[in-house]
């Protein structure tokens, strides 16, 4: 036996892994073997150092509530708990074979496939936008300053809204061209996440809500609120991202208010 | 999802978010991260809960932690975080501690780390079974589910993981007396 699989040996047997017959011929082996139990001695100490200096965490309030809110918006939209683009981690397995969910997935494609181009202009411009230079036109965290830096720039005045009080701070904005055709994008931070914010006006009326999609690492989110046409771009967690779309929302409705 | 599935979704894996929480840190660089990736986990766990096979909590917990491990994994891929540590590589990392050249153990910074920069400084894929067992209480067959490697892998790790720390430990109390 190897100095490794003994230690190895010593480990299972310690951890109550090894099976009976087994773990009485160490006992009798490590009661003649001085090299043996003195591993045994060193593995103990060891285990009781770890559960003495490395702490299991209790995850923050802050982080369950939030849990339960999203869990409680799931409840609410049903469509929500389903309709998913599988995230990147998942591909791996579906390249496997899992064809069952493929195919379970194929019949939500057709419509997704109508937007999959502007999804992929969207990623396009979000990453373009994280090169050094190129997120923003105008620098400012006031929507006053921002929002008349479209004027003439655009053929709309999009509602723009500083969430700096609810975390999510207005950085700028800057021009994109999306779908053929000049869109405004707003760009917010939460933490060292950025989030780009594209909208235009809506031809149709409200509706067109997808569920997220994440495709490589980002997510994207995307609804028509009747006004305007909505995409959003980012690496942050899709829980606070979709409560940063909640809070666009209300701006959205409150929009008028702020219009020239 | 219908309220009962999700009554059930709360049931089993609600209970496990500290045990999330607990894996997370260890796994990300900071607390921002490891909310992230346990929102992300259970997000991805809400998409996924169909395909659960289990009935019960206890079942739940290898389960959940996967997700957030796997959470936690391509969220450092995607940041592309080298940190101090080199791609894991079974074979390098495996080589037995003794095999080291004799000068490596004498490096200044080596010989200081306590206990909890010797499992930071650990390949990702030995602080993980360190956790996975010693933090979360997993048995092998569960921390190879979570891990996605055989047994043989998992008991090899686990060894070789803890041999490490135990020299770290030795040398931080040879510093001490």
Request: proline share 5%; charged share 25%; hydrophobic share 40%.
């Amino acid at each position: 036996m190897t100095p490794h699989d003994m230690r190895l040996q010593v480990d299972a047997y310690l951890d109550g892994e090894l099976a009976a017959q087994d773990a009485r011929e160490l006992e009798q082996h490590l009661k003649e073997c001085s090299e043996c139990s003195s591993v045994r001695d060193a593995r103990a100490a060891l285990s009781t150092a770890i559960q003495r200096e490395l702490p299991a965490f209790t995850a923050p309030e802050e982080l369950r509530s939030q849990l339960r809110e999203t869990l409680r918006s799931a409840k609410k939209s049903p469509a929500a708990g389903r309709r998913i683009a599988p995230p990147v981690w998942r591909w791996g397995a579906l390249a496997a074979g899992v064809m069952l969910v493929a195919l379970g997935g194929w019949e939500l494609g057709s419509r997704r496939a109508a937007d999959s181009a502007l999804t992929g202009q969207v990623l396009a411009s979000h990453i373009r936008s994280l090169m050094p230079g190129h997120l923003t036109d105008v620098v400012s965290s006031d929507q006053h300053t921002v929002k008349p830096w479209f004027n003439g720039k655009l053929d709309f005045s999009p509602p723009v809204s500083d969430f700096a009080g609810k975390g999510y701070p207005l950085i700028g904005g800057r021009l994109d061209y999306l779908g053929g055709r000049p869109v405004a994008v707003l760009v917010y931070q939460r933490r060292r996440h950025l989030i780009n914010v594209y909208l235009w006006p809506s031809a149709g009326g409200p509706g067109g809500e997808r569920s997220p999609v994440t495709r490589q690492g980002y997510h994207l989110l995307h609804w028509n609120s009747g006004s305007y046409v909505y995409w959003l771009a980012s690496d942050l967690g899709l829980t606070e991202l979709t409560q940063f779309a909640g809070l666009l929302r209300g701006g959205d409705s409150a929009a008028p208010q702020y219009r020239p | 999802m219908d309220q009962p599935e999700l009554g059930r979704f709360e049931a089993i894996l609600l209970p496990h978010l500290d045990a999330a929480y607990t894996l997370a840190r260890y796994l990300t660089d900071n607390v921002d991260d490891a909310r992230d990736v346990v929102q992300d986990a259970y997000l991805r766990a809400l998409k996924y809960f169909e395909s659960f096979r289990g009935t019960d909590a206890a079942a739940g917990r290898p389960w959940l932690l996967a997700i957030v491990r796997n959470a936690a994994f391509s969220r450092r891929k995607r940041y592309r975080i080298e940190s101090k540590l080199a791609e894991f590589d079974e074979q390098l990392h495996s080589e037995s501690v003794e095999d080291l050249h004799p000068e490596a153990e004498l490096l200044g910074a080596v010989a200081r780390e306590s206990l909890h920069q010797a499992l930071d400084q650990l390949p990702l894929e030995f602080r993980e079974v360190i956790v996975l067992r010693e933090l979360e209480g997993l048995s092998y067959k569960e921390i190879g589910e979570v891990t996605n490697v055989p047994l043989g892998t998992v008991m090899s790790r686990l060894s070789r993981a803890r041999e490490r720390l135990q020299r770290a430990l030795g040398r931080a109390e040879e510093k001490l007396t």
